[in-house]
């Protein structure tokens, strides 16, 4: 066993914690939980920074336990939200939760046989065996309205003028139920979360000191922020997901590729389980050869490895290095449908029939009338760019203008015409 505290202390991963977790820590294997709402049907990367939390705990020889909100994701955490969030109904929770309990699985070893092995629990399973009055009876006298008025993430939305309703209200009282649930059922002594769960989980700690005379413990990480200032996980075209439906593995690997360099540092730390020398020599490595973007290049591996597994972290790579022209036809041909339409998303099309492509004279027929000018608007220029070098087709330099049309289409139905250095464009065939 190694130590928690320490693993995260170095990474850059500890924010607050209370007092004698350390020696409770010490004595054996522990017990923590980390929650996550069921908001959404995946991850996003923003969660991972709690995933790797629970990673680090199981590393370091501790049982840890996901707990998926069923319960709580059917009224939204207010803190620090500036509003209240949609609720969601049940069909669409229970939805969520069973790609999110998938989704954990790729981080945390649920192996029967494995002696600190990770379990997965749903606060519904639970919550939903009360009954309002049962509740408000048995768990809410415990409370007093002060001591829950006080947490910063409610005193925030009320100086906003904002206001909070009182389900949003009673967020902290179930988080604080959870807690006390598996602390009595599970042997649960630590509840893990982001720095703005604070007020949330020391809800919990006193509920089980005040119901049972029990002792129970917290500790926080950092929320990750960028060094521009920026929300980190966010991109124009909004969140990047753990689901390769909703951010493709190519984009996924790109995020990380373009942190900067300040960052790098940062991340490297928090999302992988790269040793400490390890990290060290490659960030001595990057300060002298700051071009090559070493740092990058490991982050991207190692997390794009973690989520997609190392066949779609190959193709991304792959991908990356068609687009920046280190690629070879073959290259071209091995990439799927998918990650090829994302590397080249928003590069203008041409469709065109089978019949239209079967009856192009050659390449500079094709890439002038029967496209109609989307590539050239004359042949005389087709011809003379062809001419120049300056065309290639699927990564193929094109030399002779009265070329014929003996190329293999990518995925059976496209053609990738690059003129110039950087302007692309895609033949569709369509069959």
Not at 96 to 103: A, E, Y
Not at 180 to 185: F, G, I, R
Not at 315 to 335: H, N, P, Q, R, W
Request: hydrophobic share 35%; glycine share 8%; charged share 25%.
């Amino acid at each position: 066993m190694n130590n928690f505290i320490e693993e995260l202390r170095w990474r850059g991963m500890l924010q607050d914690m209370t007092p004698e977790i350390e020696e409770y820590l010490k004595k054996g294997m522990a017990s923590a939980y980390l929650g996550f709402d069921p908001t959404a049907d995946s991850l996003h990367i923003g969660h991972l920074v709690g995933v790797m939390t629970l990673l680090h705990f199981q590393r370091a020889g501790h049982k840890p336990y996901a707990l998926v909100g069923g319960a709580t994701g059917m009224i939204g955490d207010p803190s620090f939200k500036s509003a209240e969030r949609n609720l969601l109904d049940k069909a669409t929770l229970d939805h969520n939760v069973s790609c999110l309990q998938k989704q954990l699985s790729h981080f945390l070893d649920f192996r029967e046989g494995t002696s600190n092995k990770a379990e997965l629990v749903n606060n519904y399973d639970w919550m939903s065996q009360f009954s309002f009055l049962e509740f408000i009876r048995d768990v809410g006298k415990y409370m007093t309205v002060n001591y829950m008025m006080a947490k910063d993430s409610v005193k925030r939305r009320l100086e906003d003028g904002n206001g909070l309703s009182f389900t949003e209200f009673s967020y902290q009282l179930i988080q604080g139920y959870d807690f006390y649930h598996l602390w009595k059922n599970n042997h649960v002594a630590i509840q893990l979360g982001g720095s703005d769960q604070w007020g949330n989980i020391v809800t919990g700690t006193e509920l089980i000191r005040k119901m049972e005379g029990g002792s129970a413990y917290a500790l926080t990480v950092p929320l990750i922020t960028k060094a521009d200032g920026t929300k980190f996980g966010k991109t124009e075209s909004g969140s990047v997901w753990l689901d390769p439906e909703k951010t493709s593995p190519y984009a996924f690997y790109q995020f990380w590729l373009n942190v900067s360099d300040e960052d790098a540092s940062k991340y490297i730390r928090i999302f992988t389980v790269l040793d400490r020398a390890t990290i060290e020599s490659l960030e001595k490595e990057q300060a002298e050869a700051p071009h090559l973007r070493l740092l990058q290049k490991e982050i991207a591996k190692q997390v794009t490895i973690m989520v997609h597994g190392e066949n779609e972290y190959n193709m991304a790579v792959k991908a990356s290095d068609i687009l920046f022209g280190k690629s070879s036809t073959e290259d071209l041909a091995s990439l799927d449908e998918r990650t090829f339409l994302q590397v080249f998303d928003g590069v203008p099309q041409a469709e065109i029939s089978k019949s239209e492509y079967e009856s192009a004279a050659n390449v500079v027929d094709l890439l002038s009338e029967k496209t109609n000018g989307l590539i050239f608007p004359s042949k005389g220029e087709a011809r003379k760019m062809i001419q120049g070098g300056g065309v290639s087709i699927n990564k193929e330099k094109i030399s002779d203008p009265n070329q014929g049309l003996s190329f293999s289409l990518l995925q059976g139905k496209y053609l990738l015409v690059q003129k110039g250095k950087k302007q692309y464009y895609i033949i569709s065939v369509k069959l």
